[in-house]
Nanobody, 123 residues
Framework: QVQLVESGGGLVQAGGSLRLSCAASGRAFSSYAMGWFRQAPGKEREFVAAISWSGSRLSYADSVKGRFTISRDNAKNTVYLQMNSLKPEDTAVYYC????????????????WGQGTQVTVSS
């Protein structure tokens, strides 16, 4: 079992930056691939970024490439999402997720989820 708690969301102006954190507790965090997803009102949850257990493999949605960076610190049981050049369309609840196998972009293939943190980007 892995418990995930996101933090770092908030209100920011367009063009600004935020860094989200996802703290994990439980067993073997360093063996899990981690992902970030987001869900805007009235929309389906969508993939944002993912990172392998070692950090050697990264995957990003086209909409965030070049602006967002995913990273992890296995010593701190934490995964991060650095978000730069934020746009109003990035407004959503952001969730982190964990799975025991490799990096994938499909939400249904992640086993554990956090409660989410709200990110609001004003124009």
């Amino acid at each position: 079992q892995v418990q995930l708690v996101e933090s770092g969301g908030g209100l920011v102006q367009a063009g600004g930056s935020l860094r989200l954190s996802c703290a994990a507790s439980g067993r073997a965090f360093s063996s899990y691939a981690m992902g970030w997803f987001r869900q805007a009102p009235g929309k389906e949850r969508e993939f944002v970024a993912a990172i392998s257990w070692s950090g050697s493999r990264l995957s990003y949605a086209d909409s965030v490439k070049g602006r967002f960076t995913i990273s992890r610190d296995n010593a701190k049981n934490t995964v991060y999402l650095q978000m730069n050049s934020l746009k109003p369309e990035d407004t959503a609840v952001y969730y982190c997720a964990a799975r025991g196998l490799g990096v994938v972009t499909t939400a249904s293939q992640y086993n554990y989820w956090g409660q989410g943190t709200q990110v609001t980007v004003s124009s």
